[in-house]
């Protein structure tokens, strides 16, 4: 099992910065990809960005290359996404997710086994 637990949410104007950090603990080897992913207003779940642990290979949403920043801190133990640049738009729940795949898809949101509890980002 993996345990997920995200932070960093919160309210800012456009044209902000947010960082959001996920920490993981358990069996994180057998889970490499990890994903953050939001569920706009309304609207589905959606891929952001997404980072193998094992190759530290990135993939991005078109949406937010540029402007979002995936990273992986090896000593917290944590994943993390730094938002520049932000929009309305972007405003909605961030959940992180680790998965096992070939690629880190993240069009492949049923691939991503554990989900944590989600934290809010609001720009206005």
């Known amino acids: 099992h993996v345990q997920l637990v995200e932070s960093g949410g919160g309210s800012v104007q456009a044209g902000g910065s947010l960082r959001l950090s996920c920490k993981a603990s358990?069996?994180?080897?057998?889970?490499?990809?990890v994903g953050w992913f939001r569920q706009l207003l309304g609207n589905h779940r959606e891929g952001v960005a997404a980072i193998d642990a094992g190759n530290r290979i990135t993939y991005y949403n078109d949406s937010v290359k540029d402007r979002f920043t995936i990273s992986q801190d090896i000593s917290m133990h944590t994943i993390d996404l730094q938002m520049d640049s932000l929009k309305p738009e972007d405003t909605g729940m961030y959940f992180c997710?680790?998965?096992?795949?070939?690629?880190?898809?993240?069009?492949?949101?049923?691939?991503?086994?554990?989900w944590g509890q989600g934290t809010q980002v609001t720009v206005s």
């Open positions: 997710a680790a998965g096992r795949m070939y690629a880190c898809r993240l069009d492949r949101i049923s691939d991503y086994t554990y």
């Open positions: 358990g069996e994180t080897y057998s889970y490499p990809c």
